[in-house]
């Protein structure tokens, strides 16, 4: 086989530490290192930093969620309420957020580049890094090689997103397929996790063991690294098979539904907290159509309450069961809107000055971050770029933003943007 | 021999210097692998490893049993050249290195205007022929869509200038340059920018252009830069460059006075053809004998396909600062290469016939197992998924029934939803059984598939796939229903070792087939279907070992 490590690779930390990991595997399953047991919360009881990234394609609008402006010539028919934080304003629209404001910390400067939704979203979720000829892995693919498994039995990268699942090899660009997303299809493992009914325990455990007996004799005089490869991917693929409660919504309690929403947003974000719960390192949740050109005022109504509630229900849960200083929460899109009202009722997208929010693992708690000028259309000062986002993000995981290197064919790859920083004001 | 030498130099003067002798090739691998072994060197194989092996590197798929006994009860001297040569001659070679070509050079990308079904049959023709390899390179990089190989034009995708520049390094030239495109390459010294800017240079005049009459687009050249400015981005000075391959002298373009630049006018939509066509020159200069680097490349990367590893590796490495395990054996099997005119089957055999690749892929003696570059035992190499899909479908006695299914126009199958679980039905056409092979098993479009990792998701699919399940159903007389014909287990397991790991069982195996069928008794189809399922998912099965 011809899939040998590259000796002219450099020999970085970070490298070091995933070569020492057992061959890779194809799907965003790299690194199950150990023959570990399989208990529940591994992660959570070796307080091992988690994400879960929330979202919204296509562009939330700041004025009706984060940044509402009432009476002024943007706003919008909403009123504004007032948070559990003093003098800190949301849209009427987020009135669960409001609840738990002191929880949480809002950016509402950041200023990033890119109007356009195509180059927009990769460009966002890649963290905009100095072009260097290659393709940079989005975020969870990159949490996921830079930090590996949190727990060994359990894939580092979780996506949940509508319409199909499957290992979804793009987002992981220059790491290669294998750092790539296991996707849940509205919520659904890959087929292939399930036994087909036909099959009883008993009968698969028979036929495994006449596998691996198989295996047993081939290897006996050979013992290269290809089988121990192979026979790695079936201990994995057992291993998820046993695990695959962890995808089971039936598990989850209707009271639990009900706070966090029925539609798929709500769904989805609780099924992350069960995920987060389990032990995945990183988990992103999709919700798509926030593209509000056209009657913005009628969209938002319907759609930001369906990401207020289950947000607020997350962060919530996490900070009853005192995961919230471990796990990072995200809740962003890949820009803001138009401060002007179009023709339409619409806005349009607007990367000059937007908002998003942050919480736990070292966030600051109930912070609004950044100064807006002329009615919340521009920042006032130097605001944020994606980069010092990615910069904050990886500093809170305990990851030296400015030191660590990728290694990419000999090349070494700053894994945010060379001139950003953290964003200390959002640090506690 | 000392009145015949001055004989030898005399005609050798007269005429051109005679092809090397068939065997030559194959004396010269065995002596090197065995001079720098440093240890022992495992045994040949026995009749049914290299009978599997053969079938899978030439034909693509594992033998049937039938063919696998009829072999192993020849005791014919000559047996293993006589199958070499009837495989290399055979339909089924043709169509196995289609894809392994086809994979290669396209990386399982559909770009460009040509169909591809014509590429496929292109790369078809070339290989039922006697397949030239520097010949079917120029083919592929002069391309422009004119003629009876417009097929070949598949090769350059859309026409992007880097696109081509980092395939035709990579592939032609075991460089992967992609570093070099911004500044010299970081760790290796001699990859600088101006080889990937006079690689580039070559193929910047390059367009796509439609022809208003047959409305077919064309990949043609114009009249471009003589010379290409570039820039790192570490300094602000730039540098120029003329079309140069590495380590050859840099082509000067012609200067042409105006009017005079053109061989034809413009036509039909398009433009009006250079008398100078860089892309042309590349195709000749890559591909020429003085050269030297594309004839190493080519040995380099066939030796690897069927030895499992580069003599020179990684395969896109090919610098000083990556030592070759056997230099003395590539210079000689590229000087060859050339002197054969690019043979491609002359080489394919060569190797083959060699006790090296014919070696057993046990370990050599009790000692540890030695370092790959030593070549001391054969190396284990991935199936590809079409080389999975056809043999499990031998495996299992489904093949024949199963290429012969086509799509119902009025049944769309949804592949996304077949993985999800959206999609109950099973795909019922060979190309969506095909297609579900690749997606699982095969890399990505656009990522070469020199590393080959096994997959949680390809063991979940083994083990749990409902259409593969399927197959292990007794029907139309497939290896589950033919086995329940047999009484004893020495027969049941004669039969199902033939049929799925292309050997006999041992006695120990037997033994362990008749008591899973004794305790599985009230089962014994179901219990069949898991012996075969086991063996299916057993690294030996999915290893060319």
């Known amino acids: 086989m011809t899939g040998q490590n590259n000796p002219h690779a450099c020999l970085d930390p970070v490298h070091e530490m995933s070569r020492r ?55 919008g028919p909403f009123r504004s309420i007032p948070t559990r934080v003093p003098g800190v304003h949301f849209s009427e629209l987020m009135q669960h957020t409001a609840r738990i404001a002191d929880k949480i910390s809002v950016i509402r400067t950041m200023e990033t580049k890119d109007p356009n939704h195509s180059t927009g979203v990769p460009r966002i979720q890649r963290g905009d890094p100095i072009d260097r000829g290659v393709v940079y892995p989005y975020l969870g693919s990159a949490v996921s090689k830079l930090l590996g498994p949190a727990d060994p039995a359990l894939p580092p990268y979780i996506w949940i997103k509508p319409g199909n699942g499957g290992f979804i090899h793009r987002e992981a660009g220059f790491l290669g397929a294998r750092h790539g997303a296991l996707a849940l299809g509205d919520g659904r493992p890959p087929v292939h996790i399930h036994r087909p009914s036909g099959i009883s325990a008993e009968n698969d455990t028979a036929r495994n063991a006449l596998r691996k007996k198989a295996n047993e004799r ?36 209707q009271k639990d539904r009900e706070r966090y929403g029925s539609h798929p947003l709500g769904r989805h974000i609780l099924q992350a907290r069960q995920l987060l719960e389990a032990g995945v390192r990183f988990i992103k949740v999709n919700s798509y159509h ?41 809740l962003m899109s890949e820009f803001g809107r138009t401060p002007n009202i179009n023709s339409r009722m619409g806005r349009d997208h607007w990367p000059d000055c937007w908002s998003l929010a942050l919480a736990g693992c070292g966030i600051r708690q109930g912070a609004i971050i950044g100064e807006t000028a002329k009615d919340g259309a521009w920042v006032d000062g130097t605001g944020y770029d994606i980069g010092d986002l990615f910069h904050t993000i990886f500093t809170v995981l305990g990851i030296d933003s400015k030191r660590a290197r990728y290694e990419h064919k000999g090349q070494k790859l700053a894994i945010a943007h060379d001139k950003c920083k953290s964003i200390r004001e959002v640090m506690s | ?131 030239h390899w520097n010949r079917i390179v120029h083919a592929m990089i002069a391309a422009t869509g004119t003629g009876p190989d417009r097929a070949a034009m598949k090769f350059l995708g859309t026409g992007g200038h880097h696109q081509m520049t980092r395939d035709i390094a990579m592939l032609f030239l075991g460089m992967d340059l992609e570093c070099a495109r911004c500044h010299d390459h970081p760790s290796v010294k001699t990859w600088g920018q101006d080889n990937y800017w006079g690689l580039y240079a070559y193929l910047s005049w390059t367009k796509a252009a439609t022809n208003s009459k047959d409305k077919k687009e064309y990949l043609v050249e114009v009249l471009g830069k003589n010379e290409i400015e570039y820039q790192s981005v570490f300094e602000s000075v730039s540098d120029t460059t003329g079309p140069q391959l590495p380590g050859l002298p840099e082509k000067t373009v012609p200067v042409l006075a105006k009017g005079e630049e053109f061989s034809s006018p413009a036509a039909n939509g398009l433009p ?7 892309r042309k020159e590349l195709a000749a200069d890559l591909t020429s004998p003085k050269n030297l680097a594309f004839a190493r490349n080519s040995v380099n990367r066939f030796w690897a396909r069927l030895m499992g590893r580069g003599i020179i590796h990684p395969l896109d490495q090919v610098h000083p600062g990556n030592a070759p395990s056997h230099p003395q054996l590539l210079e000689k099997m590229a000087g060859l290469f050339i002197s054969r005119d690019y043979d491609l089957k002359w080489l394919l055999r060569s190797i083959i016939l060699s006790d090296s690749y014919q070696r057993s892929s046990s370990r050599p003696g009790k000692s540890a197992t030695p370092g790959p570059e030593s070549y001391r035992q054969a190396l284990p190499r991935a199936l590809t998924p079409e080389q999975l899909l056809h043999s499990v479908l031998r495996a299992t006695g489904n093949l024949e029934k199963t290429r012969k299914l086509k799509a119902d126009p009025a ?85 199902l070792y033939l049929a ?43 290893l060319n070992h």
């Open chain 1, 21 to 75: 990991r057992v061959l890779g595997v194809l799907g965003g399953l790299a690194g199950f290192g150990s023959l570990l047991n399989p208990t529940v919360s591994r992660a959570l009881e070796k307080k091992e930093k988690q994400v879960c990234l929330i979202w919204l394609d296509g562009g939330i609008s700041q004025y009706e969620s984060w940044h509402p402006r009432p009476g002024t010539r943007f706003a």
């Open chain 1, 218 to 253: 081939f290897r006996a005089n050979r013992g290269a690294a290809e089988i121990d490869a192979y026979e790695t991917s079936y201990e994995m693929a057992e291993r998820l098979m046993a695990r695959k409660e962890i995808f089971d919504e039936s598990a989850l309690s």
């Open chain 2, 272 to 278: 009006p053809v250079p008398k100078f066509l860089p």
């Open chain 2, 411 to 495: 049944k769309k199958f949804d592949r996304k939803g077949y993985f999800t679980g959206t999609h109950q039905e099973l795909p019922e056409s060979y190309e969506e059984i095909r297609a579900v092979f690749i997606q699982t098993f095969g890399q990505p479009p656009g990522e070469p598939e020199t590393e080959f990792t096994p997959g949680l998701n390809q063991s979940l699919f083994l083990m749990n796939d409902r259409l593969l399940l399927s197959w292990l159903q007794p029907a139309d007389n497939n290896l589950v229903q033919r086995l329940g014909a047999f009484k004893t287990p020495a027969k049941i397991s004669e039969n």
């Open chain 1, 290 to 330: 926030w593209d509000t050109h056209g009657d913005n005022f009628n969209m938002s109504q319907r759609l930001v309450p369906q990401v207020d509630r289950p947000f607020a229900a997350l962060v919530e849960d996490l900070d009853e069961r005192g995961m919230l200083d471990n796990v990072l929460v995200v």
């Open chain 2, 500 to 542: 799925v790991l292309t050997r006999l069982p041992t006695e120990a195996e037997t033994t362990d087939l008749g008591l899973y069928l004794e305790k599985n008794g009230d089962r014994r189809t179901a219990a069949l279907g898991e012996l075969v399922w086991a063996l299916i998912n057993s690294t030996e099965f999915r």
């Open chain 2, 1 to 131: 021999m000392r009145t015949t030498s001055l004989l030898a130099l005399t005609l050798s003067l007269a005429i051109p210097p005679l092809p090397a002798g068939d065997g030559q090739l194959t004396g010269i691998i065995d002596s090197h692998i065995a001079r720098r072994s440093g240890g022992s060197l495992s045994p040949v194989s026995d009749d049914a490893e290299f009978f599997r092996r053969i079938h899978l590197d030439l034909a693509g798929i594992i033998p049937t049993p039938g063919e696998t006994r009829k072999f192993l009860a020849d005791a014919s001297p000559g047996k293993r050249t006589a199958l070499i040569d009837r495989l290399l001659g055979s339909k089924d070679f043709s169509v196995h290195w289609t894809d392994l070509l086809s994979v290669e050079l396209l990386k399982r990308q559909n770009l460009g205007k040509v169909a591809p079904g014509e590429w496929q049959a292109f790369l078809r023709r070339c290989l039922e022929q006697k397949p």
